[in-house]
């Protein structure tokens, strides 16, 4: 069965340093999406990619937050200077539409940020 | 904005039991999945399920998007079964608080 693929599981960055996520979508997907949990909280939108740009974001996804699909396959997030309140696991997902049908979201396993 | 609430927050089950969790909204919008999260954070999906009723093995699931809510049924339950069940509704998927499962061997 297809996968989103992200890496790393795990990254631990200092405060105030930049993180760039990343996240490989399944191939014939054309919609894609961050997500993020704080440990023991619920798993909250950040933002919404279609068509080479930013569909949709939430109140969280602020200008130290940019996405981007640097060369077809990879979709990445990048946190410009992270604070504490970032620590978080990160979820990309995607999903599709074909011939009038939207399929579910898939989503990858995440990538546990600790920001010390 | 729209609301998702999931019942019960705990659930503690002996292996073999049966239990419903039930994903209450508060709006129409035409989309509904179920997730199970592993004690390893991964986000597994269970069900794509806007209306009607699926089933996969010992899980199965009904929308009544009429009546906004949703029902996770799991049958014969495993320890491997435990872990933070949530439903999540509308375009951009707003998630529930979850249910967390405990099933004892």
């Known amino acids: 069965e297809p996968e989103v693929t992200q890496t790393p599981s795990h990254q631990v960055t200092q405060m105030g340093q930049e993180v760039i996520l990343r996240c490989v979508p399944i191939?014939?997907?054309?919609?894609f999406y961050w997500y993020r949990q704080i440990l023991g909280q619920k798993v909250e939108f950040l933002v919404s990619?279609?068509?080479?740009?930013?569909?949709?974001k939430s109140e969280i996804f602020d200008d130290q937050f940019s996405v981007e699909r640097p060369d077809g396959s990879n979709f990445t997030l990048k946190i410009r200077s992270t604070k504490l309140e970032d620590s978080a696991m990160y979820f990309c997902?995607?999903?599709?539409?074909?011939?009038?049908?939207?399929?579910?979201?898939?989503f990858g396993s995440g990538t546990r940020l600790t920001v010390v | 904005g729209i609301q998702v609430e999931q019942s019960p927050p705990d659930l503690i089950l002996q292996e073999g039991a049966n239990s419903t969790l039930r994903c209450n909204f508060s709006?129409?919008?035409?989309?509904l999945q179920w997730f199970h999260q592993n004690p390893w954070g991964q986000l597994i999906n269970l069900f794509y399920?806007?209306?009607g009723t699926k089933q996969n093995g010992r899980l199965s699931a009904t929308t009544v998007a009429t009546e906004r809510y949703s029902l996770l049924y799991i049958s014969s339950s495993q320890t491997t079964d435990s872990g933070v069940y949530f439903c999540?509704?509308?375009?951009?998927?707003?998630f529930g608080k979850g249910t967390k499962l405990t099933v004892n061997p």
């Open positions: 709006d129409s919008v035409n989309n």
């Open positions: 191939s014939n997907h054309l919609y």
């Open positions: 990619f279609y068509n080479n740009e930013i569909s949709e």
């Open positions: 997902a995607s999903r599709t539409l074909s011939k009038g049908i939207i399929y579910g979201y898939t």
């Open positions: 399920i806007p209306s």
């Open positions: 999540a509704r509308s375009e951009k998927l707003v």
